[in-house]
Structures are given as structure tokens and as C-alpha cells.
């Protein structure tokens, strides 16, 4: 009976140190559990903030593509007025020589 008693004790001993680890086993898993969500959490924020940037970004690409564009009719302008300077000189320069020739 006694040994059958310390047999009994002994078994009683390691499922209590069973049950202990389970316990700690569960513990650590709610704790991965909690940092699993927390890092969910700062993905899809992550998620959120690139999508605005993207956003951001595809606004500036279009406002640079503006501004190329905008560069590209300055230029035309000048060429034209550089044009039209040239004609008037002309022009001027032919008037000048009429009017030499009628003096």
C-alpha cells in the first residue's frame, strides 16, 4: 500500500508539473498571440501610409509632366518671339536702307 501510495504521489507530482507547463506554454502563446496582432496592426498602418504615398507620388509625377510640358511651350514662346525680333530687324533694316536711298 505504501508503495502504491508513493507511486500515487509521484504521478500526482508530474501532472502538476504537467499542468505548470502547459500553463507557461499557454502564457507564452497568448503573448505571441497579442505581438501577432500588434504587428498585424502596424502592417496594415504600413499598408495605409504607402498607399498615400503612392498617391503623393503619383501627384507629383503628373505635376512634373505638367511642369515639363510648361517648359516645352516657354521654349516654343521663345523660339517664336526670337522669330518674330528677327523679322522685325529685318524689316527695320529695310526700311533704314529705303529710307537712305530716298535721302
Not at 49 to 54: P, Y
Amino acid at each position: 500500500e505504501m508503495q502504491e501510495l508513493a507511486q500515487a504521489l509521484a504521478a500526482v507530482e508530474q501532472a502538476e508539473a504537467s499542468v505548470a507547463r502547459a500553463r507557461e506554454a499557454e502564457a507564452l502563446a497568448e503573448g505571441a498571440r497579442a505581438s501577432a496582432g500588434a504587428q498585424a496592426a502596424e502592417v496594415e498602418i504600413l499598408r495605409k501610409e504607402i498607399a498615400e504615398l503612392e498617391v503623393l507620388l503619383q501627384g507629383a509625377q503628373d505635376l512634373e509632366r505638367r511642369c515639363q510640358e510648361a517648359e516645352s511651350s516657354v521654349e516654343a514662346a521663345e523660339q517664336r518671339t526670337e522669330a518674330l525680333v528677327g523679322e522685325r530687324d529685318r524689316e527695320i533694316e529695310a526700311v533704314r536702307a529705303e529710307a537712305q536711298l530716298l535721302e
